[in-house]
Nanobody, 120 residues
């Protein structure tokens, strides 16, 4: 059963923009943090941005000033607005959610990823 579904990836030229969306199933309750990770060919998966239930954000240095993470708690959805895209941003982007009834032992959910390719 797919619990997180990403969308919005695609091919864009350098300097362009994309907006990624990730919707969590209603079956996932008590979501605390949501975030975006990415993995490029030959590279390790790395954190892009996270956002808490209350809206506190955290960004990797390489996307600060270019990407913006946001969420709609009522819809269990997280977004990633990506501006000024560079070829180095090319990767598969994965959505993540941490949820559960016990905050000290949350379950992690992952989407299947959406491809972002930045090329001229």
């Amino acid at each position: 059963q797919v619990q997180l579904v990403e969308s919005g990836g695609g091919l864009v030229q350098p300097g362009g923009s994309l907006r990624l969306s990730c919707a969590a199933s209603a079956g996932i309750f008590n979501i605390y943090n949501m975030g975006w990770y990415r993995q490029a060919p030959g590279k390790r998966r790395q954190l892009v941005a996270t956002i808490t239930r209350g809206g506190t954000t955290n960004y990797a240095d390489f996307v600060k000033g270019r990407f913006t993470i946001s969420r709609d708690n009522a819809k269990n959805t997280v977004f990633l607005q990506m501006n000024s895209l560079e070829s180095e941003d090319t990767a598969v982007y994965y959505c993540n959610a941490a949820a559960g009834t016990v905050i000290t032992s949350l379950s992690l959910y992952w989407g299947q990823g959406t491809q972002v390719t930045v090329s001229s």
